[in-house]
């Protein structure tokens, strides 16, 4: 759009801040609540139900072409902590807002059900690390994003040491290591830069003319990419990507929570958005960043699929399967192209609510057999249809079969790679789809189909608590109404790319 139709639909909006604000009051009150656990998770679910309304506000006006902004307050000329909602923001938002309500509820019968410790201190992290996703999905500015994304990776330490034991703290101390070094290493410089060079941090409002100046030098320009894309290794892309199989040694909530809500959809919201609004599309094309990033991304993309083959645990195989489903999302927004971009950004959305069935469905073999690995899964799909029925939509998503959300992404890629003339990517996705096919059809395929292993029977095995079970279900009817009906968040896609 161009600057006076800009400044014309630019709405302050103070909501903005209440949206940010409400998690973090949640978690405050839920820390008082120690000896009232009910109470506790009244708290965490009003919370969650309110921020969802909130953000929901919002769609009329940024579907209307308005952006609602909020400053909080002025640090130094050109760098203030302000909120902004617009297109890209509300895709990530609403994903981030709707998924903790479910997982607030999925929460209660998990950790009821194995009677874990340190509830409150659980849901009171949880509740802050949502606070910083919706910081992070709201930043008008590369500070804000920056301030956010820190917020996020403190938050959730505790939640990756939860258990407390050895493995629990080395998870954990992983976990910080590599997210934390990474962003002062290598996004904090990038960002003291870009402000030396443009005078703010502020985001331009359209995706191809970026922020910095047109007379950068090209090897300052490649040098902050570079820097930008490993600085936020909350992303996943090889070789950073070891934190994040480490950090399945937290509840699966957690787990859930990090593949699927927060943590890695932080990871990638910020590489996209620092990718489209920083560098822009027309930069990204005149120095050929695009085309040389959606091949280095392929390398994770194939590499993940190929280790999650190996793994008979089952988090560890979807944990790998998020490694490489995530670098989907930086591929299209890579190839530059209008539909490989629609197709990157959509699946912030395809893969959270898929992705986040998975996790849930597997803490729910756990807590109703206490078994966590594939090769002892034979036959519980009899005593668990609605469970592993769950967990077949899931996979068909992130396989890529229609009618479910992530065929959606498929199309839009494989449709992108061509528009780009990019055989070689066309031929990563279908290799890719393989190896979907390969590490997910097993597990429905034992679970339904399998004997039991010897000496063991299906009686006494039932579905898990229906505080789990319903929340699995609604992540998976979801996945298959953003499958069949796409086009409610494909509008926020195309308010972005035009």
């Known amino acids: 759009m161009d600057a006076v139709s800009t400044?014309?639909?630019?709405?302050?909006?103070?909501?903005?801040?209440?949206?940010?604000?409400?998690?973090?009051?949640?978690?405050?009150?839920?820390?008082?609540?120690?000896?009232?656990?009910n109470l506790r998770e009244f708290i965490s679910s009003c919370s969650s139900i309110l921020l969802f309304i909130i953000v929901l506000s919002f769609i009329p006006g940024v579907l209307h072409g308005k952006v609602l902004y909020y400053r909080i307050f002025d640090i130094l000329p050109g760098l203030s902590v302000t909120l902004r909602a617009d297109g890209f923001s509300m895709i990530f938002a609403m994903v981030a807002s709707s998924?903790?309500?479910?997982?607030v509820f999925y929460s209660m019968g998990y950790m009821r059900g194995l009677k874990e410790h340190a509830q409150t201190r659980f849901n009171a992290c949880f509740a802050l690390a949502i606070f910083g996703a919706i910081g992070v999905a709201l930043s008008d500015n590369l500070f804000t994003l920056y301030l956010f994304y820190e917020i996020?990776?403190?938050?959730?330490?505790?939640?990756?040491?939860?258990?407390?034991?050895?493995?629990?703290?080395?998870?954990?101390?992983?976990?910080?290591?590599?997210?934390?070094t990474t962003?002062?290493?290598?996004?904090?410089?990038?960002?003291i830069l870009i402000y030396v060079l443009v005078g703010n941090l502020d985001f331009p409002h359209n995706i191809f003319t970026g922020m910095l100046p047109t007379d950068t030098k090209s090897w300052v320009v490649i040098m902050l990419?570079?820097?930008?894309?490993?600085?936020?290794?909350?992303?996943g892309i090889m070789p950073l990507h070891h934190w994040l199989p480490g950090a399945m040694v937290a509840p699966t909530p957690v787990s859930?929570?990090?593949?699927?809500?927060?943590?890695?959809?932080?990871?990638?919201?910020?590489?996209t958005r620092t990718m489209l609004y920083v560098f822009g599309v027309d930069t990204m094309n005149a120095l050929n960043l695009g085309i040389p990033t959606a091949y280095f991304v392929s390398f994770t993309i194939i590499m993940a699929s190929v280790i999650a083959l190996s793994k008979d645990n089952l988090k560890s195989r979807l944990a790998y399967s998020t490694v490489s489903q995530l670098s989907y999302i930086i591929l299209g927004v890579a190839l530059l192209t209008p539909h490989s971009i629609d197709g990157g950004l959509i699946h912030i959305v395809n893969h959270a609510f898929s992705k986040i069935t998975l996790f849930f469905v597997a803490g729910a073999i756990y807590v109703a057999t206490h078994k966590k690995n594939i090769s002892e899964m034979s036959g519980l799909g009899r005593t668990m249809p609605f469970t592993f029925g769950a967990f077949a939509v899931a996979s068909l998503s992130m396989i890529g079969a229609p009618p479910v959300a992530g065929f959606v992404t498929k199309w839009y890629l494989l449709v992108g790679s061509m528009e780009a003339h990019q055989v070689g990517i066309l031929l990563v996705l279908i290799a890719s789809t393989v190896l979907n096919v390969g590490y997910f059809a097993p597990v429905a395929y034992k679970a339904f189909f399998g004997k039991r292993p010897a000496g063991e029977t299906e009686t006494g095995i039932r579905e898990a608590p229906l505080s789990m079970l319903i929340p699995i279900l609604i992540a998976a009817t979801v996945s298959v109404i953003i499958g069949i009906y796409p086009n409610f968040m494909m509008q926020f896609v195309k308010a972005v790319t035009g």
């Open 225 to 235: 990419y570079v820097f930008c894309i490993f600085g936020f290794a909350k992303n």
């Open 152 to 180: 996020v990776s403190v938050c959730t330490y505790p939640l990756v040491a939860h258990h407390q034991d050895e493995e629990g703290y080395m998870g954990a101390r992983k976990y910080i290591i590599y997210l934390t």
């Open 183 to 191: 962003a002062k290493l290598f996004l904090l410089p990038a960002l």
């Open 7 to 37: 400044t014309a639909n630019i709405v302050e909006n103070s909501n903005l801040l209440l949206a940010v604000m409400i998690p973090l009051f949640g978690s405050l009150v839920v820390m008082t609540m120690k000896n009232h656990p």
């Open 256 to 271: 859930a929570l990090l593949h699927a809500v927060a943590v890695v959809k932080v990871g990638v919201f910020c590489t």
């Open 99 to 103: 998924l903790w309500m479910i997982a």
